[in-house]
């Protein structure tokens, strides 16, 4: 019989790139949970209608019930756990579901986990000590760079929004459950994603929305906030490899080594918008500077040389392929009409 994975918020930007991947190269039973609230879609995850292998359950990772039930009727054997609330903006406007969703979402997941495969701290019931719980987190729990410098799995935590706060959170439970229990975790941390399927209030789904719609590109403060940029099916990959590979109890950050500013972000996208799309001007002409979100942090990177060499990962993509082939997915898609 396959062995069955509980894969939360698959109908969101990663994960719905995730499951396609996911299922491809492993033959496992994958139960998909998600809210679909207003970041999720299963349109994202179309290419699975039909897969026997592919089991949708709407719910709320809140709800222990139904995480319970999911284990028992299910059998789960792994987790991996995209589901939460990610947008920094809305964290400002509305942190406590930030608090509600990514920390108490993210204990009851762990804790119903934890009672399931294991009977006291240390002791796996007989057949569940391979059974993994993998948290999806964020570079953002790290705080803000200087002009120099990497994340690495050491650095201290120093979140600096209500978003990185509640991940950061969800971090140190997952780590307590290791230490406290000898539950078998790993951890991920990435840098920003982009690719197919993301939402359109991102960065360079924006751009691409409002250049095609012929509206003001609005930029942040003066444009010079650095992150380093990953292309989501190599974040796909490296998460792959930790869920099956990682040392249990660590934590791999998965980074592009492609640093780059918002300015160059948006400079390049009209660019190569003015070439797939050319309209009367240059989609330049709409780049507009407003005022900077409050704590927007300056500068983010990742050192990804654990994952790199203990896990043999690497990015397949450099910024300047991967960006065509998503603003390509995007006019292909026709992603902003139907949406």
């Not at 592919?54 to 009727?73: A, D, M, S, W």
């Not at 590979?245 to 780059?260: C, D, H």
């Not at 991967?322 to 026709?334: A, M, R, S, V």
Request: with cysteine.
């Amino acid at each position: 019989m396959k062995k069955t994975i509980l894969v939360t918020g698959g109908a969101g930007f990663i994960g719905s790139n995730f499951l396609p991947y996911f299922l491809e190269i492993h033959d496992y039973r994958l139960i998909h949970l998600d809210l679909l609230t207003y970041a999720g879609d299963l349109d994202n995850v179309k290419e699975l209608k039909g897969n026997p292998d592919h089991i949708f359950v709407k719910g709320n990772i809140c709800n222990r019930e139904l995480i319970e039930y999911l284990f028992k009727t299910y059998d789960i054997r792994g987790v991996i756990h995209f589901a939460a609330e990610s947008h920094v903006d809305n964290s400002i406007a509305k942190p406590s579901i930030f608090i509600e969703t990514n920390v108490n979402g993210s204990f009851t997941l762990i804790d119903v986990a934890y009672k399931y495969w294991m009977t006291a701290p240390f002791e796996y019931k007989e057949d569940y000590d391979e059974c993994r719980f993998h948290h999806v987190s964020t570079d953002e729990v790290y705080g803000e760079l200087g002009d120099t410098g990497l994340f690495t799995e050491t650095t201290s935590y120093a979140p600096n929004s209500p978003y990185s706060a509640s991940k950061a959170s969800s971090d140190m439970i997952v780590r307590s459950y290791h230490e406290t229990y000898g539950l078998n975790t790993v951890i991920t941390n990435c840098s920003n994603n982009y690719g197919p399927k993301q939402h359109k209030e991102k960065l360079i789904p924006t751009i691409i929305r409002k250049a095609l719609a012929n509206e003001s590109i609005p930029v942040y403060g003066d444009g010079k906030n650095i992150r380093d940029w990953l292309y989501v099916l190599d974040h796909c990959k490296g998460i792959d490899l930790a869920y099956h590979q990682g040392k249990s109890g660590e934590v791999y950050n998965i980074g592009g080594r492609n640093e780059r500013d918002n300015n160059y972000i948006v400079q390049k996208v009209c660019e190569i918008l003015d070439d797939l799309r050319p309209a009367k001007d240059s989609y330049k002409s709409l780049i507009t500077y407003v005022k900077d979100r409050a704590g927007h942090d300056q500068r983010y990177a990742i050192d990804a040389t654990k994952i790199e060499q203990e896990l043999q990962w690497k990015a397949d993509e450099h910024f300047e392929s991967g960006i065509i082939k998503t603003i390509q997915w995007y006019l292909d898609e026709f992603y902003f009409v139907k949406k």
